[in-house]
C-alpha cells in the first residue's frame, strides 16, 4: 500500500523515509483545497502564501511506482485561476493532466474544481507546482517521490533524506511580474530573491548515526536561482537525476538549476566527535545586480552528536561542480540515431513595441491561446497536423509519431538557462562551452555513446545544446526555460506529438469542460477559438508589435529617464510656480516692471 503523506508536512527538518515500507500498487486519493496562508519562513517577512488545505509548506506525495493518483483540485484562492502541473512526470496516454494553462487545459478559477487522475509508472524524485502565470513562486508548489521495489540501489542504503532548495520573495508574484515585463525595466533584469531556502525553512539539522548509508533525494523548487550543494568532510555518490538513474559517480559539489533533481548517498564516519555543515549558495552569475545585505547562502547541519557545536561553513575560494553531462544512465541506452526531425530554437531576449523585454524563439515570443492547444488539437480535426491552426505565438511544432527528434538550441544571451521537456526526459548528446555560438553540425565534439538523460538541462552563455527523444506519447508537451521570469516573458515552444493519434485515444473529463465554461474560456477550434475557418486567425492572442526600427533597449532606458527626467522638471516648475511670493521678489519685480514704464496696480 503506497503512503498516503496528504498531512505531512517537512518544513521542520527532513524527512527520513525507511525504504522498505512500501509494497504494493494503489489508487492513492488526495483532496485539496488551494488556500491562502500567512507565512515567514526566512524569519524577515510575513507575506501572504498560497497554500493547500490551509498549510505550508505544500504536502509531500510519497508514491510507488504503478500508483494511480487522484487529486481533487478546489480553488478557494479567492482572486487567481491556478492549476498543478507533476514535473517530470511523463503522463503517458493522459496528457489531458499535464497542468500547463493554456497547453493541456484551462485554469481553475476561484470556486470550480479540477481533478487530475493518472497512474505513474516511472521511479525516482519528482515535484508538483502551478503551471498559471507565476504562481509557484508565491508558494504552490512541493515535492513528489516515486519509490521503485526494484531500484538498483535498493539495498545499499539505510534511510532516505529529502531536502528541498529554493529561492524566496518577499513580495507577491503579479506586482514583481508588472514591475519586470514593462518599459520602466528595458533590459530585462530579473527581480533578485530575497532569501534562500532548505526545506522551506533554514537553519535546517538533519540528524545522522555513524557508519550508516543515506539516500539523499534533492530537489530545486526554485524560480530563478540555480544553486551549488556541497556537505563539508563527506562525498556524494550521485545514483539519479531528474528520474534517471545513474551509474555511481563521486561529487563534492553538485550544481542544480531551478527544477533539476539528484538522488546521492552520503556514508557517514564512525565517529560522532564533529557535526558538519552543508550549504545551498545561490548563483551570482544569474543576477544582474547583487542586491546590498543579500545572504546568497543557507547553511544546515549533519548532526551526529547534538551536544556538539555546530561550525560556520568554510569560505571556498571558487566553486567547482559537477559536470552532470558525464553521467551514464544506469539502463545503458544508447544514442539515439537517424533522427528524422530536427527543432531548431535560436534564443534571444529583446524588446517590443511597449518597450517591455521579451524572450525569443526563432523571433516569436509565446502567448497564451485563447483555446487550450490540447483543445484545438481535439477538436479540428485533419487540420490538427497544420502548425496553422495553433497560432503565430505558441511557437507550435507538429510531430509525427515514433521518430527521432533532434532539438539544437542556440543560446543568443548571454545568461544560463535550464530547459524543461514535458512529456519526456531526452539525450543530452552535446553542452558547448559559453561563448561558442551556434552549433554547427558539421564542427563538433564526438557525440557521447550513452548520453546523459534527464528532464532539465541548462545552456551555457551564448552557447548551445543539442537534445534528442523519441516521439512515442502522443500529447501537447511544451518545451521552455525554466526560469520562471522567462516563462511568464515567452520562452516557451509547443510541441504538438502525432496529433491524429490523440484524437483516437484522448477523452477530456466532464470537469476539465466544466472549468473552462466557468472561466468564459473557449474550448474548441484553433487558437483563435474559430470552428468554422480553421486557417482564420483573427482575434487570436498576440504579442505587442516590434519596435520601430533603430529603437535599443539602451535607447528605451535613455528615452525612460528622459521621461522622468522631464517629469521631474515639470513637478518642481508648478512646486515653484505655486509657491507664496516673498517681499524682496516682490519688490524686485515692481520695480523692473516701473523701470519699463509700466503702471503698478
Known amino acids: 500500500m ?38 515567514n519562513p526566512d524569519g524577515k517577512f510575513e507575506r501572504p502564501t498560497m497554500g493547500i488545505n490551509n498549510q505550508w509548506p505544500l504536502p509531500l506525495l510519497n508514491i510507488t511506482k ?3 493518483v487522484i487529486i481533487n483540485v478546489n480553488n478557494q484562492l479567492g482572486n487567481q485561476s491556478t ?35 493518472f497512474t505513474i509508472d516511472q521511479p525516482g524524485t519528482y515535484w508538483y507546482h502551478a503551471h498559471q502565470r507565476g504562481q509557484y513562486p508565491d508558494g504552490l508548489r512541493g515535492p513528489l517521490l516515486v519509490n ?47 532569501s534562500a531556502l532548505i526545506n522551506d525553512t533554514q537553519n535546517v539539522t538533519v540528524s545522522v548515526q555513524p557508519g550508516r548509508t543515506y539516500l539523499f533525494r534533492m530537489v530545486n523548487m526554485g524560480a530563478f536561482a540555480s544553486q551549488y550543494f556541497w556537505i563539508e568532510g563527506h562525498t556524494m555518490t550521485i545514483v539519479e537525476v531528474d528520474g534517471v538513474y545513474t551509474e555511481p559517480a563521486e561529487a563534492s559539489m553538485i ?61 571556498l ?32 531576449m529583446n524588446n517590443l513595441g511597449d518597450g517591455a523585454n521579451y524572450a525569443f524563439f526563432n523571433d516569436v515570443t509565446y502567448v497564451r491561446p485563447k483555446v487550450p492547444t490540447l483543445y484545438t488539437a481535439l477538436s479540428t480535426g485533419a487540420s490538427a497536423t497544420d502548425v496553422t491552426v495553433y497560432g503565430g505565438n505558441t511557437n507550435a511544432f ?45 564542427n563538433h565534439t564526438a557525440f557521447p555513446a550513452v548520453p546523459m538523460r534527464r528532464d532539465t538541462f541548462w545552456v551555457k552563455p551564448n552557447g548551445h545544446i543539442v537534445l534528442r527523444f523519441k516521439s512515442d506519447n502522443p500529447g501537447v508537451w511544451l518545451f521552455h526555460c525554466h526560469i520562471e521570469w522567462h516563462v511568464n516573458s515567452g520562452l516557451v515552444a509547443t510541441i504538438v506529438e502525432a496529433p491524429l493519434e490523440m484524437q483516437k485515444t484522448i477523452s477530456i473529463p466532464s470537469d476539465h469542460w466544466q472549468v473552462c465554461r466557468d472561466s468564459q474560456t473557449p474550448y474548441a477550434g484553433n487558437a ?21 526600427a533603430g529603437f535599443t533597449a539602451k535607447g528605451i532606458v535613455a528615452l525612460v529617464f528622459s521621461i522622468i527626467s522631464a517629469l521631474l522638471g515639470i513637478v518642481v516648475i508648478s512646486w515653484y510656480g505655486a509657491a507664496p511670493i516673498g517681499t524682496s521678489e516682490l519688490q524686485s519685480a515692481e520695480k523692473r516692471i516701473a523701470e519699463a514704464g509700466m503702471e503698478v496696480k
Not at 525504504?19 to 500567512?38: E, K, P, Q, Y
Not at 531551478?258 to 550549504?279: D, G, H, M, W
Not at 566553486?319 to 534571444?348: C, E, H, R, S, W
Not at 483563435?528 to 520601430?548: C, F, Q, Y
Open 2 to 39: 503506497a503512503l498516503s503523506l496528504s498531512n505531512f508536512l517537512y518544513s521542520s527538518l527532513l524527512l527520513l523515509l525507511p525504504f522498505g515500507l512500501i509494497t504494493d500498487a494503489a489508487t492513492v486519493t488526495f483532496s485539496w483545497n488551494v488556500t491562502w496562508v500567512r507565512t
Open 66 to 68: 504503478g500508483d494511480n
Open 83 to 117: 492549476s498543478f502541473h507533476f514535473h517530470g512526470l511523463f503522463m503517458n496516454g493522459t496528457t489531458e493532466m499535464d497542468g500547463p494553462v493554456g497547453a493541456t487545459q484551462c485554469g481553475i478559477p476561484p470556486g470550480s474544481s479540477f481533478t487530475y487522475n
Open 148 to 194: 521503485d521495489l526494484e531500484s538498483p540501489y535498493l539495498g545499499q542504503y539505510d534511510e532516505e533524506v529529502l531536502l528541498t532548495l529554493s529561492d524566496w520573495y518577499h513580495h507577491e508574484m503579479p506586482g514583481l511580474i508588472a514591475k519586470f515585463i514593462s518599459v520602466a525595466n528595458p533590459t530585462g533584469a530579473e527581480p533578485v530573491p530575497d
Open 255 to 315: 550544481y542544480l538549476t531551478a527544477a533539476q533533481r539528484y538522488s546521492f548517498l552520503l556514508t557517514t564516519k564512525n565517529e560522532t566527535s564533529s557535526n558538519f555543515a552543508f550549504i545551498a549558495s545561490m548563483d551570482h552569475d544569474l543576477f544582474d545586480k547583487v542586491p546590498k545585505g543579500l545572504n546568497s547562502n543557507t547553511t544546515g547541519w549533519l548532526v551526529y552528536d547534538s551536544n556538539v557545536e555546530r561550525p560556520t561553513p568554510a569560505l
Open 317 to 348: 575560494d571558487a566553486f567547482d561542480a559537477f559536470d552532470d553531462f558525464n553521467l551514464v544512465p544506469q539502463d545503458g541506452q544508447k544514442l539515439l540515431v537517424d533522427v528524422n526531425y530536427i527543432m531548431t530554437l535560436d534564443m534571444k
Open 398 to 442: 507538429v510531430l509525427a509519431k515514433d521518430e527521432v527528434i533532434e532539438i539544437v538550441l542556440n543560446n543568443d544571451d548571454p545568461g544560463k538557462h535550464p530547459f524543461h521537456l514535458h512529456g519526456h526526459n531526452f539525450q543530452a548528446v552535446l553542452r558547448s562551452d559559453e561563448d561558442t555560438g551556434f552549433y554547427d553540425p558539421m
Open 528 to 548: 483563435a477559438g474559430n470552428t468554422v475557418d480553421l486557417l482564420d486567425l483573427t482575434g487570436e492572442n498576440k504579442s505587442p508589435a516590434p519596435l520601430p
